[in-house]
């Protein structure tokens, strides 16, 4: 009696209306579902496409960066040309010029950055979404690129250490106060002065100390094929910086 | 009184239409969940699917240093061979020739990547999506190769800092501007040649200079031997990177070019 009664109940429903409601929640469960998908989606990529945009100022303060380095480099590499004169016993470069020369050739500069804060930053999902290769090519090189090569230390050659062994103490911190390191960039990068128009007393000692060691000639050359390196990395960063830049810049 | 008409409105209710639309909700919702949960699986794939193809261009950057690379120092090879012959007095390996050969034997290149931030960049944190387990191990393997064997620190040793002590600063100047590193996107390239002139007088005296150092054609062996090492740790890499490329073309129906 009551399953005949069930049966009836069921039988005098509006199957198509019911087929019709379920359709309507299915329908309205994977709309919803692929709207959702399509919303973090776009969300993702605006979000990709911002970070993108806020690298632009890295970008600059990159720039930036690697022209102080090449531009710290050029000046110790004049500084070494007078050295150089100096041990040659050039009559143009005084014992004075020579003595400063010798010191800031051995000067060095070199990035303080650390490229795997880059790398976390802007990680390996966001790089992902980028279709373009002209700017996921050359942030992947950025990304991936071993930073140390261009860090001070590489720079710390013997040169470096024997130069400030010979000249006196008291000489290297008068060039240090006068015509040592200046911060530039609002504290970014550093600077050397192009010229060093101080005057050192017994500059005549200093500097025949210096050449009493003609080893250090040769420890220079070494000190300059190094210099050399850092501006063929430097090059090589500034080089994907550009690229970057201007791809992002197209984004605009 | 209350409880009797409360009793009765329940009674009066359509509990058939009531059960159905009960029904038709949790099935709903299932269906939609389970919807929802393949798309997912399918987005995952597709994720999968991307990260893969993503790599490939920068294996294909790794193949093209890798090669790069051993074209670098077969040419430095080649010219640690003159200096060899210079300095056992070959006569046919000229003064000049000489000076040069010895400096660009000293020349060294290594990979600029670092390891850590490469396999961030190529997705270490979606690896574990790559479902077929031979094509995940490959893409793990490249992921954690130790790059720092790669890199240049390495062949910086004792020949390379003191024949750049040796040869006066001028001549290596002259010969790094003329036939120095040339720079690509990824990695170096060392002109075969190098035709520069050096004076008679000059190139005299740096060849003697280096003559007078007989231990440094010990140090460029060395430095040989150093290269050879740095070499096969280049072929480790090349052996994770190539059967990756393959895996990539098998499981995404690309062919290599």
Wanted: charged share 25%.
């Amino acid at each position: 009696m009551i399953f005949k009664r069930a049966a009836a109940k069921l039988r005098a429903q509006d199957w198509f209306a019911i087929a019709v409601e379920l359709g309507i929640v299915i329908l309205g469960v994977f709309i919803g579902s692929w709207v959702n998908d399509w919303s973090q989606q776009r969300a993702a990529d605006r979000e990709t496409r911002e970070l993108l945009l806020q690298l632009r100022p890295e970008m600059t303060r990159q720039r930036e960066s690697m022209t102080s380095i090449t531009d710290y480099s050029k000046t110790t590499r004049n500084y070494a040309d007078v050295a150089f004169a100096g041990w040659r016993r050039d009559p143009r470069v005084s014992d004075n010029d020579f003595v400063i020369a010798a010191y800031q050739a051995s000067q060095v500069y070199g990035l303080s950055a650390n490229g795997q804060t880059w790398a976390t930053i802007f990680g390996g999902d966001q790089l992902r979404r980028i279709d373009d290769p002209a700017i996921r090519a050359p942030l992947q090189r950025l990304m991936t690129y071993d930073y140390s090569l261009l860090s001070y230390d590489r720079m710390a050659t013997k040169y470096r250490d024997n130069v400030r062994l010979v000249i006196p103490n008291d000489i290297q911190q008068q060039i240090r106060r006068s015509c040592g390191d200046r911060l530039i960039q609002d504290g970014r990068a550093l600077a050397l002065p192009a010229t060093c128009p101080i005057t050192i007393a017994g500059a005549a000692q200093a500097a025949a100390a210096l050449r009493a060691h003609p080893e250090l000639i040769g420890q220079l050359a070494q000190h300059q094929s190094a210099i050399s390196t850092q501006f063929v990395n430097v090059a090589l960063v500034e080089t994907q910086v550009d690229a970057l830049d201007k791809a992002i810049a197209q984004l605009r | 009184m209350i409880f009797k008409r409360a009793v009765a409105k329940l009674r009066a209710q359509d509990w058939t239409a009531i059960s159905i639309e009960l029904a038709i909700v949790i099935f709903g919702v299932w269906i939609g969940n389970w919807v929802n949960d393949w798309s997912q699986a399918r987005a995952q794939e597709r994720e999968a699917k991307t990260l893969v193809l993503r790599l490939r261009p920068q294996l294909e950057r790794l193949s093209a240093i890798e090669e790069g690379e051993r074209d670098y120092y077969r040419i430095t090879r080649r010219y640690a061979e003159t200096a060899l012959d210079g300095w056992r007095g070959d006569a046919r390996v000229s003064e000049a020739d000489f000076v040069i050969a010895a400096y660009q034997a000293s020349q060294v290149a290594g990979l600029s990547i670092d390891g850590s931030s490469l396999s961030i960049a190529l997705g270490a944190d979606a690896v574990h999506k790559i479902d077929d387990p031979a094509l995940r191990e490959a893409v793990i393997s490249v992921m954690s190769f130790n790059f720092t064997a790669l890199r240049a620190d390495t062949l910086l040793d004792d020949y390379r800092r003191h024949v750049r002590e040796i040869i006066p600063y001028p001549v290596q100047q002259r010969i790094r501007d003329s036939c120095g590193d040339r720079q690509t996107q990824d990695f170096l390239i060392l002109p075969p040649n190098c035709s520069i002139t050096v004076s008679g007088q000059e190139a005299a005296q740096a060849a003697a200079m280096l003559r007078s150092h007989p231990e440094l054609a010990g140090q460029l062996a060395f430095h040989l031997a150093q290269t050879t090492a740095w070499l096969s740790n280049l072929s480790r890499l090349e052996a994770r990177v190539r059967p990756l490329l393959t895996l990539i073309d098998q499981n995404t129906g690309l062919k290599r070019p």
